[in-house]
Structures are given as C-alpha cells and as structure tokens.
C-alpha cells in the first residue's frame, strides 16, 4: 500500500520500520505504567521491553530467512533491509524468549510472574505492527472478489493484515482482563500462547503467502497447533501442580 511513508530528498521513512517503532514505544511505555502501579521499577521493564524487541527482530528475522534460503542466498544484502518487511511471529517469539530469560536470570527475577505482566503488551505491540504490514503490502490475504487492492500485487486482495489487528487487540484485551483477576503464576503466558497460536492458525486461512504443503495446511498451522497443544499441556501442568491460592499480580 504505502512502503514509504515519508520521502524528503535521500531521507526516507518506511511504514514498516515506523509502526515497529510505534509497537515497541506504545507497549513499552503502557507497560512501565502498568508496571509502576504494581511498585515495580519502571526503568526495569523499559530495558526488559528492549531486550525482548532486539531478541524478537533476530529471531523473527532467522526464521524469514531460513524459510526464504534461496532468495536471500541470491540477495545477501536484503537480510539487513528490515524496512523491507520480513519477521516471522513464531521465530520472533522464540527470539523474545530466549533473550527475556536469559535478562531475567542475570537479573534474578521470576520468569512466569515477570512475563505475565509482559505478555498482553506483546500481543499490543504484535498488532500495530500489523499495520506495518497493511502499508508495506507484506503478509498479505489470499485473491478475492472483496477486500483491498494492493498496487504492490496489482490484486484485490483480503486483508489479512488487518483482521489479524482485530484478533490481536481482542488478545490483548482478554489477557489484561485475566491479568487484574488472581491467578497462577504462568497462567496469562499460557493463555497467550493458546489465543496467539489459535489467531494465527485461523488467519492462515486468510493468507496468500504461504503454500498449503501439509495435507492443506501451512507449515505456519502446523506450528500453531503444536505451540496450542504444548501450551494445553503446560496449562494442565500449572493446574494440576501448582498451589492454587495466587494472588493477582
């Protein structure tokens, strides 16, 4: 739709790059509020909001380029051209993790409660990117005789960028009402990944970007129905193994 967003001379905005920055910022700054009436050192969650961002762009960006070897074997320079669009949710995900943990424990703070109060502000910031994807034309819907059409493809297409937004911000608005209710240590993690995986496994169905290889599904549903049914058996395991008296965080 609108790659560049801004354009002066050799100076140039693009909309992907300007909403990822909006997500990071907005969720960021939502959740040092948050984190300030809970009593929590809003500084702390700034840096922890940062580092999830950089671990989530490598992730998310290992992954584009492994499911895209051959174009970026032929164009190495594009790697680095993330205006350009391309991070996939599960690597950026496992990226975000890996470097939360490993910030948590040097920091040595509880992982399950610390990402409880992170989770909903994710799943804010995975939806104004969305719209970075809107005006960069990327993660686009299948062809349909309805929907928005794309000069990039030069086809009215669905636009599954924009109904992802909508599940999303209705993920966020669920894990923040389960958030201020008393619940076990875990419990919204568990709940965003059964939501995030679910919406995504859903709006496959909407996409034109990925080739239906696994009895009609994308290796994206694939991943969605593994991640929800792990997080089912985490959820089964915090029920049946933790204490059930937890306040509300």
């Not at 937004?165 to 923040?176: E, K, N, P, S």
């Not at 049914?229 to 959820?235: D, K, S």
Request: net charge positive.
């Amino acid at each position: 739709m609108f790659p560049v967003i801004f354009k002066f001379g050799f100076i140039q905005i693009y909309s992907y790059g300007l909403m990822v920055a909006a997500a990071f910022l907005v969720s960021a700054f939502l959740l040092s509020r948050y984190a300030r009436l809970l009593h929590y050192d809003k500084e702390f969650f700034w840096n922890f909001a940062f580092v999830i961002l950089v671990g989530g762009i490598l992730g998310g960006r290992l992954f584009y380029s492994i499911l895209n070897f051959d174009f970026f074997l032929d164009n190495p320079q594009e790697i680095f051209m993330l205006w350009h669009g391309g991070l996939v949710w599960y690597g950026g995900f496992f990226g975000g993790l890996i470097s939360a943990s490993v910030y948590l424990k040097l920091k040595k703070k509880p992982f399950f409660k610390t990402a409880d109060m992170v989770v909903p502000f994710v799943a804010l910031g995975h939806a104004i990117g969305r719209i970075g994807c809107f005006l960069n034309g990327c993660c686009y819907g299948r062809v349909a005789s309805w929907g928005v059409y794309f000069p990039v493809h030069n086809e009215v297409l669905i636009p599954s960028q924009l109904l992802s937004v909508l599940g999303l911000l209705a993920i966020f608005v669920i894990l923040r009402l389960l958030q201020d209710r008393p619940h076990r240590d875990g419990f919204i993690v568990v709940a965003y990944l059964l939501c995030a995986s679910l919406e995504r496994f859903i709006e496959e169905y909407f996409r034109g970007d990925s080739p239906r290889n696994f009895y009609g599904l994308t290796v994206f549903q694939v991943l969605s129905a593994a991640i929800f049914f792990g997080a089912g058996i985490v959820w089964y395991m915090i029920l049946r193994f933790q204490k059930k008296t937890q306040t509300s965080v």
